[in-house]
């Protein structure tokens, strides 16, 4: 009789580490959708910042800009984020990393980057 109860009460050692981790991306990502005003991280970088290549490049191609033209992208990665940011985050791939992001264009900043992560889960 103990023997069967204590079998109920040991969990997988897998199965809750899955699910810690799903429980963690969850808060993450409902943080990242209502709890943050800005594009900026802590430290000032910019949410994604390797994302931020790739969904400007695509919505480049779909507001019929240059791709590859650094300052163009520049200008355009500030518009997206509505402010000014440092650095360079150039789109130096092959075209066809554009036509992947293409359809996440349509969504805000935000909203592709949550959805791009959740993607990749």
Same mark, same amino acid.
């Given at each position: 009789?103990? %023997?069967?109860?204590s %079998?109920?009460?040991?969990? $997988?050692?897998?199965?809750?580490?899955?699910?810690?981790?799903?429980?963690?991306?969850?808060?993450?990502?409902?943080?990242?959708?209502? +709890?943050?005003?800005?594009?900026? $991280?802590?430290? +000032?970088?910019?949410?994604?910042? $390797?994302?931020?290549?790739?969904?400007?490049?695509?919505? +480049?191609?779909?507001? $019929?800009?240059?791709i590859? %033209?650094?300052?163009?992208q520049?200008?355009?990665?500030?518009?997206?984020?509505?402010?000014?940011?440092?650095?360079?985050?150039?789109?130096?791939?092959?075209?066809?990393?554009?036509?992947?992001?293409?359809?996440?264009?349509?969504?805000?900043?935000?909203?592709?980057?949550?959805?791009?992560?959740?993607?990749?889960?």
């Amino acid at each position: 009789m103990i %023997d069967q109860v204590s %079998d109920r009460t040991n969990f $997988d050692p897998w199965i809750t580490s899955f699910l810690t981790i799903i429980l963690l991306y969850g808060f993450w990502l409902f943080s990242l959708l209502f +709890g943050i005003e800005s594009s900026f $991280d802590s430290v +000032g970088e910019v949410f994604g910042a $390797d994302f931020i290549q790739f969904y400007s490049a695509a919505f +480049g191609l779909r507001e $019929d800009l240059p791709i590859y %033209d650094r300052f163009a992208q520049h200008l355009l990665q500030e518009k997206i984020i509505g402010t000014s940011i440092q650095g360079s985050f150039n789109f130096n791939n092959p075209p066809l990393f554009v036509l992947i992001f293409y359809p996440l264009t349509f969504l805000s900043y935000k909203a592709a980057f949550v959805s791009w992560i959740v993607i990749q889960l």
